[in-house]
T-cell receptor
Framework: GAVVSQHPSWVICKSGTSVKIECRSLDFQATTMFWYRQFPKQSLMLMATSNEGSKATYEQGVEKDKFLINHASLTLSTLTVTSAHPEDSSFYIC?????????FGSGTQLSVL | GENVEQHPSTLSVQEGDSAVIKCTYSDSASNYFPWYKQELGKRPQLIIDIRSNVGEKKDQRIAVTLNKTAKHFSLHITETQPEDSAVYFCAASIRTDKLIFGTGTRLQVFP
């Protein structure tokens, strides 16, 4: 299958700082990528759709100023959690589709102290 | 928008037995139904998918059935093995990339 790379795998940060997560499609181009959030033992909740060269589309209830998304190239989308707080601690995972299949990055475990 | 319900939330079976997980969806326009397997701390892996123009699809020990009229679809795993233990998610969508996931089923296969 196609490869979606996500970095970092885990990050610990202090409350109030910002954290950037990168998502790359390694062997295909993706005009659209998706960001999900997953709490322990829960499902994947779609946060936003990242669109190359234009603004991201956020799902209801997701703060766009809190979760900044940039999709500057056909192979890279970034999610920045701004002014992180302990309640932002979660597993963040990106995805991209090719050949009519959706593939996921390896996820980022964010812990905010 | 689409809403996907998944049952059961946990399922324990003996090795060699079959496991069945069921999902229902709300949006009749949905036409793509994938199933993902997720091990602890890992990314979800696509294991099988079905489109609305097909009623059943099988891949070795895994099969998926779709009832469009009732808006439900099911995952069937036969001859379960301990390595099948994981969390399984169903999803539904009108497109293959923007998926709405079910709540997940934690499958445990005991030797």
């Amino acid at each position: 299958g196609a490869v979606v790379s996500q970095h970092p795998s885990w990050v610990i940060c202090k409350s109030g700082t910002s954290v950037k997560i990168e998502c790359r499609s390694l062997d295909f181009q993706a005009t659209t990528m998706f960001w999900y959030r997953q709490f322990p033992k829960q499902s994947l909740m779609l946060m936003a759709t990242s669109n190359e060269g234009s603004k991201a589309t956020y799902e209801q209830g997701v703060e766009k100023d809190k979760f900044l998304i940039n999709h500057a190239s056909l192979t890279l989308s970034t999610l920045t959690v701004t002014s992180a707080h302990p309640e932002d601690s979660s597993f963040y995972i990106c995805s991209a589709a090719t050949n009519e299949k959706l593939f996921f990055g390896s996820g980022t475990q964010l812990s905010v102290l | 928008g689409e809403n996907v319900e998944q049952h059961p939330s946990t399922l324990s079976v003996q090795e060699g037995d079959s496991a069945v997980i069921k999902c229902t969806y709300s949006d009749s326009a949905s036409n793509y139904f994938p199933w993902y397997k997720q091990e602890l701390g890992k990314r979800p892996q696509l294991i099988i998918d079905i489109r609305s123009n097909v009623g059943e699809k099988k891949d070795q020990r895994i099969a998926v059935t779709l009832n469009k009229t009732a808006k439900h679809f099911s995952l069937h795993i036969t001859e379960t093995q301990p390595e099948d233990s994981a969390v399984y998610f169903c999803a539904a969508s009108i497109r293959t990339d923007k998926l709405i996931f079910g709540t997940g089923t934690r499958l445990q296969v005991f030797p």
